[in-house]
């Protein structure tokens, strides 16, 4: 059985917190929900708490402390597929 693959590119992003540090994201956008988590899981190498899960969003928070999501998106252009991203130090 073949797992799903990465639909697109990773993305890397810097957002500012409340106390003035930066926080990374990284992301990508996957084929499946399940992919999207299991890609997570394997960059990540950590455990996944969820919080919310629904058929169009899971998120929670990773073993290591930092948040994570995986959300369904739809476009005309790119069709549907899941946005997976999580936080890192």
């Known amino acids: 059985m073949k797992t799903a693959t990465l639909l ?5 992003a810097l957002n500012t917190t409340g106390c003035g540090k ?3 994201v990284r992301g990508a956008e996957f084929l499946t929900l399940s992919g999207c988590l299991e ?3 394997k960059d990540t190498g950590s455990s996944l708490k969820v919080y919310t899960d ?9 073993s290591n402390g930092k948040t994570f999501s995986c ?10 597929y ?3 991203w999580y936080m890192v130090e």
């Open 8 to 12: 697109c590119t990773i993305f890397i």
């Open 22 to 24: 930066q926080a990374e």
């Open 39 to 41: 890609g997570i899981k």
């Open 54 to 62: 629904t058929q169009e969003r899971v998120s929670g928070v990773l």
């Open 71 to 80: 959300e369904m998106k739809s476009t005309g252009t790119k069709g549907t």
């Open 82 to 84: 899941f946005e997976g």
